[in-house]
């Protein structure tokens, strides 16, 4: 993982200078976190609820604010970077392909409205709790092809991640989770992170399991049955220094 925008401050000392509280959670928007068919996590919605506060246009991050925020952070073939509101109609063609939903909430794809409520629940998140989910492009080709972050389950730090159909069977959703674990564990200093999906979603599991992520059992999440895996701080750095 390569990181090509340091942080300028840390994030307690950005969030306190905007009168923000410190809390984990999830977003109000998109909820929870199951898989798409190679995917460790996406995004559940609920279309009915509300927008959360701040998501209005009036409030968008300036490119220094969103630079403190989050780094940007390359991997061998992808930039993770933050989303932007230009980046609704690509993300709707992802979030529309009922093959990538098939394992995501109720399984059926998003609407464009849908997609733009998602959206900006993304882009809020980050502004409201530090963390969140970054835009996945191809370095070579600069298009959006998914989302790959961190979030919390149940106050539980979560790896979470979706690629569009194209990009599957190529090894990236293990590239871009692993550079989400390497920010959890070795920026963040999160003891414990976890992935879900659907039961039947097994090459889901076999990402987490390439993770080095282990199987820790089934859970009921939002109303889904999911399995879950896991990986703490202590087996992340053994399995890396192992690894070297």
Same mark, same amino acid.
């Given at each position: 993982m390569k990181r090509?925008?340091?942080?300028?401050t840390t994030?307690?000392?950005e969030?306190r200078?905007r009168?923000h509280?410190? /809390?984990a959670g999830v977003?109000?928007?998109?909820r929870?976190a199951?898989?798409g068919?190679?995917?460790a996590?996406?995004v559940?919605?609920? #279309?009915?609820?509300p927008l959360p506060? &701040?998501? @209005?246009?009036? !409030? !968008?991050? *300036?490119?220094?604010?969103?630079?403190?925020i989050a780094p940007?952070?390359e991997?061998?073939? *992808?930039r993770?970077r933050?989303? *932007? #509101?230009?980046?609704?109609e @690509?993300? $709707?063609?992802?979030?529309g392909? #009922?093959?990538?939903?098939r $394992?995501?909430?109720p399984?059926q794809?998003?609407? $464009?409205?849908?997609t733009?409520v998602a959206? !900006?629940s993304?882009?809020?998140h980050?502004? =409201? $709790?530090? /963390?969140?989910?970054?835009?996945?492009?191809?370095?070579e080709?600069?298009k959006? /092809?998914g989302f790959?972050g961190?979030r919390?389950? %149940?106050?539980?730090?979560?790896?979470?991640?979706l690629l569009?159909k194209?990009?599957? &069977?190529?090894?990236?959703a293990? %590239?871009i989770?692993s550079a989400?674990?390497?920010y959890?564990?070795?920026?963040?200093l999160? %003891?414990?992170?976890?992935a879900? *999906?659907? #039961?039947a979603?097994?090459?889901?599991q076999r990402v987490?399991?390439?993770?080095?992520m282990?199987?820790?059992?089934?859970?009921?999440y939002?109303?889904?049955?999911?399995? =879950?895996?896991g990986?703490s701080r202590d087996?992340?750095? !053994? =399995?890396t220094t192992k690894g070297?």
């Amino acid at each position: 993982m390569k990181r090509v925008s340091a942080i300028c401050t840390t994030f307690e000392d950005e969030a306190r200078g905007r009168g923000h509280r410190l /809390i984990a959670g999830v977003d109000e928007v998109g909820r929870g976190a199951l898989a798409g068919p190679v995917v460790a996590a996406a995004v559940i919605l609920d #279309p009915e609820a509300p927008l959360p506060e &701040g998501l @209005d246009d009036s !409030k !968008k991050l *300036t490119a220094r604010q969103r630079e403190r925020i989050a780094p940007e952070i390359e991997t061998a073939r *992808t930039r993770l970077r933050l989303f *932007t #509101p230009g980046d609704l109609e @690509d993300l $709707h063609a992802i979030f529309g392909d #009922p093959d990538v939903v098939r $394992h995501m909430g109720p399984g059926q794809p998003l609407s $464009h409205a849908e997609t733009e409520v998602a959206l !900006k629940s993304i882009i809020a998140h980050w502004e =409201q $709790h530090g /963390i969140g989910r970054w835009a996945v492009v191809e370095r070579e080709a600069g298009k959006l /092809i998914g989302f790959a972050g961190i979030r919390f389950l %149940e106050g539980t730090p979560e790896v979470v991640y979706l690629l569009a159909k194209k990009c599957w &069977g190529r090894g990236l959703a293990t %590239e871009i989770a692993s550079a989400c674990l390497e920010y959890g564990f070795r920026e963040r200093l999160y %003891e414990r992170i976890v992935a879900v *999906t659907k #039961p039947a979603n097994v090459a889901s599991q076999r990402v987490m399991r390439k993770l080095g992520m282990k199987y820790e059992g089934e859970a009921r999440y939002y109303g889904y049955d999911v399995v =879950q895996y896991g990986l703490s701080r202590d087996e992340y750095e !053994k =399995q890396t220094t192992k690894g070297k």
